[in-house]
C-alpha cells in the first residue's frame, strides 16, 4: 500500500498510528460543533464588516454617481444610507435596581428596606437577587450583559433576542444564556454552582466541564468545581411554581441556596445521564462496613438546603454514603423493599462510582418490581448502555435497547434517551451484524433526527 | 510571467451564479472585483477553512477570528497566486500558517504563565456524551503538549484525513520528513493517551473507524 492510499486513524495492529484511530475519530465527531445553516452567510456578513467592505462598496458607490444620472445617484445614495436608517447605532442596555442601588464597581446594594434587589435591563431582561448575594455588574453592551455572582443566589429571566450575549459568571464557572429563566447559586466557600433551568437552554462551563455542558429545560445541575463533578438531576414539578408564588428568590440569610417556602426541599427525580470525574476508578463492589447509622437515608444539604432521601443525596454526590448504607442494610433486602425511585437512584449512585453490577441489580430489579413505571423505562436504556460500554455485550445491549424504544413507542412522552438509544442501535447492530442490517435503523435515525448526534454516522451506513 | 497568463487565458467569465464554477474561474471573477465572487469563494471554503481551524485548535476555542484573518490573508493574496487550479491547497496553506501563529502565540502565553491555555473557552455546541466531551478536552491537553508544527501535522493527517503530500504542502516541508514526523508523533500522543483511564478505552475498540465515525 502506497502512502496515497494510506487510510488515515484506521485499525491496523500495534501500530500507533492506527490506534488512535478512536481518538480522532472522537475528535471528528466533535469538531467542528454543529453549526446553522446560515451560518456562512452570517460569517461572510461579519467578515465583510470587520474589513471594510462596506466602506469600499460606499466608495465605489460614490465614483459611480460622477457619471450616472441624478436617478441613479438617489437610488445609490438610497441603497447606501437604507442600512445605517434601518439600523440604528448600537446603544448598551440601560440598567435600574429596584429595592436597591448600583454602587461604585457595579457591585448591587441591597435597600434597608426589606425585599430583594431585581436589576431590569433595558431589553426587559430581569435579574432577582436574595438580599445576602454579592452581585456586581462587570459590563453591559447592546447585545447584553456579564455579571459576576460573587456569592448567593440569582433568579434571571432574559429575554431571547437575537444576537443576544448574556454571561454569568460564578467563580470559576460561567452560565452562558440567550433567552431563558433560570435560577442559579454560587457557593464561594464550597466552590459549588447550581442551577435549576425552567426554561430555555443555557450552557454551564467551569473547571470539570472546561468545554461546556449544555442544559435543557427542566433540568438542575450541580457543578462541583472542587470534587471535579457536574450532576444533573430533574426540576420537581410545581418547584419553581411554588417559589415563583412567593416571588422571591431566597433570604440569603447565609447566601446558601434556600427557597423560601418553609417546607423542607422536596427529593430531586434524579436523572443523570452522564458524569464528569466522580472519583469512579474505585470500585465499589465489596462491602463496606462504616457509614451513617440512620436506617432511613438521613437528611442531608444541599447548597443549605435541606434534602432527605437517595436520589437528593445522590445528587449532592453521596454515592458512596448510598452504597454503604445499602450495604448495611443488607442489598437484598434493599432490592426486595426500597421505593423504584430509591432504586434508580442507588443504581445512579453504583454507576457513579463504578459499581456496575450493583447497578445492574438495581436496574433488573426495577424492571421487575415496577415494569409499568417510567422508571422501569428508563432501567431498559441504562441496561443497555451498562451492556454495551461495561461488559461490551453488544447483543445484550441491543436487546436492551429495543426493549427501551417499544416502550417509548407506547409512551411517547417519556422519550428523554430515544435519540441516543436509536443511535447506540445502530452503531451496535454496525458493529455485530454489519452494513446491510444497521441501515434500516439509520434510515429511521436520518428520518427523525436529521441533525443528531449520529446523523453523520447513519449517512455513512446508508451511503457506505 | 507566462504562465500565469497562459492560466489565465484558461478561464472562463461566469454569468450569474458561481455553484458550478471552477476554482480557477472563481479566482478570476475574485480579481476582476465580479459582483458575488468573493461570497462565493468565502461559501465553499468556509466549512473546510472552520473545520480544519477547529480541528487544530481544540474544544472549546474561539475560531471566526481566526477564520477571518485567513480570509484576508486568502483575499490580499490571490492576486498572487501562479496556479488558480491550486486553490484549495493554497487556502488549506494559508489556514495552517494562522493556524501555527495561534498555537505559537498559546504557547508563549502558556510558558510565561499568562494562563492556563491561553484561551477563554468558547461556548460549547451540541450536548455531546460528557465523557466524551472530558476525553476530547484531555486528548487536545496532549496534543498541546506538542510542538505547534507536530500538532498541525498530527491533525490534518489523522483527524482531517488529508493526503501526506497535501500535509507536506501545507507545512512547506518535504515528503519524506513529514512521513518521518508522523509515526513519532503518533507514538508520543499514543504513550500518552495509553497512561490515561479516561483515553485509554478508546485506543483499543477494534473497531474501523470509518464505520463508526458520528458528526
Given at each position: 500500500?502506497?502512502?496515497?492510499?494510506?487510510?488515515?486513524?484506521?485499525?491496523q495492529?500495534?501500530?500507533?498510528?492506527?490506534?488512535l484511530?478512536?481518538?480522532?475519530?472522537?475528535?471528528?465527531e466533535?469538531?467542528?460543533?454543529?453549526?446553522?445553516?446560515?451560518?456562512?452567510?452570517?460569517?461572510?456578513?461579519?467578515?465583510?464588516?470587520?474589513?471594510?467592505?462596506?466602506?469600499?462598496s460606499?466608495?465605489?458607490?460614490?465614483?459611480?454617481?460622477?457619471?450616472?444620472t441624478?436617478?441613479?445617484?438617489?437610488?445609490?445614495?438610497?441603497?447606501?444610507?437604507?442600512?445605517f436608517?434601518r439600523?440604528?447605532?448600537?446603544?448598551?442596555?440601560?440598567?435600574?435596581?429596584?429595592?436597591?442601588?448600583?454602587?461604585?464597581?457595579?457591585?448591587?446594594?441591597?435597600?434597608?428596606?426589606?425585599?430583594?434587589?431585581?436589576?431590569?435591563?433595558?431589553?426587559?431582561?430581569?435579574?432577582?437577587?436574595?438580599?445576602?448575594?454579592r452581585?456586581?455588574?462587570?459590563?453591559?453592551?447592546?447585545?447584553g450583559?456579564?455579571?459576576?455572582?460573587?456569592?448567593?443566589?440569582?433568579?434571571?429571566?432574559?429575554?431571547?433576542?437575537?444576537?443576544?450575549?448574556?454571561?454569568?459568571?460564578?467563580g470559576p464557572?460561567?452560565v452562558?444564556?440567550?433567552?431563558t429563566?433560570?435560577?442559579m447559586?454560587?457557593?464561594?466557600?464550597?466552590?459549588?454552582l447550581?442551577?435549576?433551568?425552567?426554561?430555555?437552554?443555557?450552557?454551564?462551563?467551569?473547571?470539570p466541564?472546561?468545554?461546556g455542558?449544555?442544559?435543557?429545560?427542566?433540568?438542575?445541575?450541580?457543578?462541583?468545581?472542587?470534587g471535579?463533578?457536574?450532576?444533573?438531576?430533574?426540576?420537581e414539578a410545581?418547584?419553581?411554581?411554588?417559589?415563583?408564588?412567593?416571588?422571591k428568590?431566597?433570604?440569603?440569610?447565609?447566601?446558601e441556596?434556600?427557597?423560601t417556602?418553609?417546607a423542607?426541599?422536596?427529593?430531586?427525580?434524579?436523572?443523570?445521564?452522564?458524569?464528569?470525574?466522580?472519583?469512579a476508578?474505585?470500585?465499589?463492589?465489596?462491602?463496606?462496613?462504616?457509614?451513617?447509622?440512620?436506617?432511613?437515608?438521613?437528611?442531608?444539604?444541599?447548597?443549605?438546603?435541606?434534602?432527605?432521601?437517595?436520589?437528593?443525596?445522590?445528587l449532592?454526590?453521596?454515592?458512596?454514603g448510598?452504597?454503604?448504607?445499602?450495604?448495611?442494610?443488607?442489598?437484598?433486602?434493599?432490592l426486595?423493599?426500597?421505593?423504584?425511585?430509591?432504586?434508580m437512584?442507588?443504581?445512579?449512585?453504583?454507576?457513579?462510582?463504578?459499581?456496575?453490577?450493583?447497578?445492574?441489580?438495581?436496574?433488573?430489579?426495577?424492571?421487575?418490581?415496577?415494569?409499568d413505571s417510567?422508571?422501569?423505562h428508563?432501567?431498559?436504556?441504562?441496561?443497555?448502555?451498562?451492556?454495551?460500554?461495561?461488559?461490551?455485550?453488544?447483543?445484550?445491549?441491543?436487546?436492551?435497547y429495543?426493549i427501551?424504544?417499544?416502550?417509548?413507542?407506547?409512551?411517547?412522552?417519556s422519550?428523554?434517551?430515544?435519540?441516543?438509544?436509536?443511535?447506540?442501535?445502530?452503531t451496535?447492530?454496525?458493529r455485530?451484524?454489519?452494513v446491510?442490517?444497521?441501515q434500516p435503523?439509520?434510515?429511521?435515525?436520518?428520518?427523525?433526527?436529521?441533525?443528531?448526534?449520529?446523523?453523520?454516522?447513519?449517512?455513512?451506513?446508508v451511503?457506505? | 510571467?507566462?504562465?500565469?497568463?497562459?492560466?489565465?487565458?484558461?478561464?472562463?467569465?461566469?454569468?450569474?451564479?458561481?455553484?458550478?464554477a471552477?476554482d480557477e474561474?472563481?479566482?478570476?471573477?475574485?480579481?476582476?472585483?465580479?459582483?458575488g465572487?468573493?461570497?462565493?469563494?468565502?461559501?465553499?471554503?468556509?466549512?473546510?477553512v472552520?473545520?480544519?481551524?477547529?480541528?487544530?485548535?481544540?474544544?472549546?476555542?474561539?475560531v471566526?477570528d481566526?477564520?477571518?484573518?485567513?480570509?484576508?490573508?486568502?483575499?490580499?493574496?490571490?492576486?498572487?497566486?501562479?496556479?488558480?487550479?491550486?486553490?484549495?491547497?493554497?487556502?488549506?496553506?494559508?489556514?495552517?500558517?494562522?493556524?501555527?501563529?495561534?498555537?505559537r502565540?498559546?504557547?508563549?502565553?502558556?510558558?510565561?504563565?499568562?494562563?492556563?491555555?491561553?484561551?477563554?473557552p468558547?461556548?460549547?455546541?451540541?450536548?455531546?456524551?460528557?465523557e466524551?466531551r472530558?476525553a476530547l478536552?484531555?486528548?487536545?491537553?496532549?496534543?498541546?503538549?506538542?510542538?505547534?508544527?507536530h500538532?498541525?501535522?498530527?491533525v490534518?493527517?489523522h483527524?482531517?484525513?488529508?493526503?501526506?503530500?497535501?500535509?507536506?504542502?501545507?507545512?512547506?516541508?518535504s515528503?519524506?520528513t513529514?512521513?518521518?514526523?508522523?509515526?513519532?508523533?503518533a507514538?508520543r500522543?499514543?504513550?500518552?493517551?495509553?497512561?490515561?483511564?479516561?483515553?485509554?478505552?478508546y485506543?483499543?475498540?477494534?473497531?474501523?473507524?470509518?464505520?463508526l465515525?458520528?458528526?
Amino acid at each position: 500500500m502506497n502512502d496515497g492510499d494510506h487510510q488515515p486513524s484506521q485499525l491496523q495492529g500495534d501500530d500507533p498510528e492506527a490506534q488512535l484511530a478512536g481518538l480522532t475519530a472522537l475528535a471528528r465527531e466533535c469538531l467542528p460543533p454543529a453549526q446553522e445553516a446560515r451560518a456562512s452567510a452570517d460569517a461572510f456578513a461579519r467578515f465583510r464588516l470587520a474589513t471594510g467592505e462596506r466602506v469600499e462598496s460606499r466608495r465605489r458607490a460614490r465614483a459611480t454617481w460622477a457619471v450616472s444620472t441624478g436617478t441613479l445617484a438617489l437610488a445609490a445614495v438610497g441603497a447606501l444610507l437604507l442600512p445605517f436608517l434601518r439600523r440604528p447605532a448600537p446603544v448598551a442596555l440601560s440598567l435600574s435596581v429596584e429595592g436597591g442601588a448600583l454602587a461604585e464597581g457595579g457591585y448591587v446594594r441591597a435597600a434597608a428596606a426589606d425585599g430583594e434587589p431585581r436589576l431590569r435591563f433595558s431589553d426587559g431582561t430581569e435579574v432577582t437577587l436574595s438580599r445576602a448575594s454579592r452581585v456586581r455588574v462587570a459590563e453591559t453592551d447592546e447585545h447584553g450583559a456579564r455579571v459576576l455572582l460573587e456569592e448567593g443566589r440569582a433568579r434571571a429571566q432574559v429575554v431571547p433576542r437575537a444576537r443576544s450575549r448574556w454571561v454569568f459568571d460564578a467563580g470559576p464557572c460561567r452560565v452562558r444564556v440567550t433567552g431563558t429563566r433560570f435560577d442559579m447559586h454560587w457557593s464561594a466557600a464550597r466552590q459549588v454552582l447550581e442551577v435549576a433551568l425552567y426554561h430555555g437552554s443555557v450552557t454551564v462551563e467551569g473547571p470539570p466541564a472546561v468545554t461546556g455542558v449544555s442544559m435543557r429545560a427542566g433540568q438542575r445541575l450541580v457543578m462541583d468545581v472542587r470534587g471535579g463533578a457536574v450532576r444533573f438531576g430533574e426540576i420537581e414539578a410545581g418547584e419553581e411554581a411554588g417559589e415563583k408564588s412567593g416571588g422571591k428568590v431566597g433570604n440569603g440569610g447565609n447566601a446558601e441556596w434556600q427557597g423560601t417556602t418553609a417546607a423542607p426541599a422536596p427529593a430531586p427525580t434524579l436523572t443523570p445521564t452522564d458524569r464528569v470525574g466522580e472519583g469512579a476508578a474505585e470500585p465499589v463492589e465489596e462491602p463496606a462496613g462504616d457509614g451513617p447509622t440512620t436506617h432511613s437515608p438521613g437528611r442531608r444539604t444541599m447548597g443549605g438546603k435541606s434534602v432527605e432521601g437517595w436520589p437528593a443525596r445522590v445528587l449532592a454526590g453521596e454515592f458512596r454514603g448510598v452504597i454503604r448504607e445499602a450495604r448495611r442494610r443488607g442489598i437484598d433486602d434493599v432490592l426486595r423493599r426500597e421505593s423504584a425511585v430509591n432504586l434508580m437512584a442507588l443504581a445512579d449512585a453504583a454507576r457513579y462510582a463504578g459499581g456496575a453490577r450493583l447497578a445492574a441489580r438495581a436496574l433488573t430489579q426495577v424492571r421487575g418490581r415496577f415494569p409499568d413505571s417510567s422508571s422501569a423505562h428508563r432501567a431498559a436504556f441504562l441496561l443497555g448502555r451498562l451492556a454495551e460500554d461495561r461488559d461490551d455485550d453488544l447483543a445484550k445491549a441491543l436487546d436492551w435497547y429495543r426493549i427501551y424504544l417499544a416502550d417509548s413507542d407506547s409512551d411517547p412522552g417519556s422519550d428523554a434517551f430515544r435519540a441516543e438509544a436509536l443511535g447506540r442501535q445502530m452503531t451496535a447492530t454496525l458493529r455485530l451484524h454489519g452494513v446491510a442490517r444497521a441501515q434500516p435503523l439509520a434510515n429511521a435515525y436520518l428520518r427523525r433526527y436529521p441533525r443528531g448526534a449520529y446523523a453523520k454516522a447513519a449517512r455513512t451506513i446508508v451511503s457506505p | 510571467m507566462t504562465d500565469r497568463k497562459v492560466s489565465l487565458s484558461l478561464v472562463r467569465d461566469v454569468e450569474g451564479s458561481f455553484d458550478d464554477a471552477r476554482d480557477e474561474d472563481l479566482v478570476f471573477a475574485c480579481l476582476r472585483q465580479q459582483a458575488g465572487a468573493q461570497a462565493a469563494l468565502w461559501d465553499r471554503y468556509y466549512p473546510i477553512v472552520r473545520r480544519v481551524v477547529c480541528r487544530a485548535s481544540g474544544p472549546g476555542r474561539e475560531v471566526e477570528d481566526a477564520i477571518q484573518e485567513i480570509f484576508i490573508r486568502l483575499f490580499r493574496k490571490l492576486p498572487g497566486l501562479r496556479d488558480p487550479s491550486s486553490l484549495r491547497a493554497f487556502v488549506i496553506s494559508i489556514t495552517v500558517r494562522v493556524i501555527k501563529s495561534e498555537q505559537r502565540a498559546r504557547w508563549i502565553r502558556r510558558w510565561l504563565g499568562l494562563s492556563p491555555d491561553g484561551e477563554t473557552p468558547d461556548c460549547a455546541g451540541d450536548p455531546v456524551d460528557l465523557e466524551a466531551r472530558e476525553a476530547l478536552a484531555r486528548f487536545y491537553a496532549i496534543l498541546d503538549r506538542l510542538a505547534p508544527r507536530h500538532r498541525t501535522a498530527f491533525v490534518l493527517r489523522h483527524v482531517e484525513g488529508l493526503e501526506l503530500t497535501e500535509v507536506a504542502a501545507a507545512l512547506d516541508i518535504s515528503l519524506a520528513t513529514i512521513k518521518r514526523w508522523l509515526p513519532r508523533i503518533a507514538r508520543r500522543v499514543f504513550s500518552q493517551a495509553e497512561s490515561d483511564p479516561l483515553l485509554a478505552p478508546y485506543l483499543a475498540r477494534g473497531i474501523p473507524v470509518r464505520e463508526l465515525e458520528v458528526t
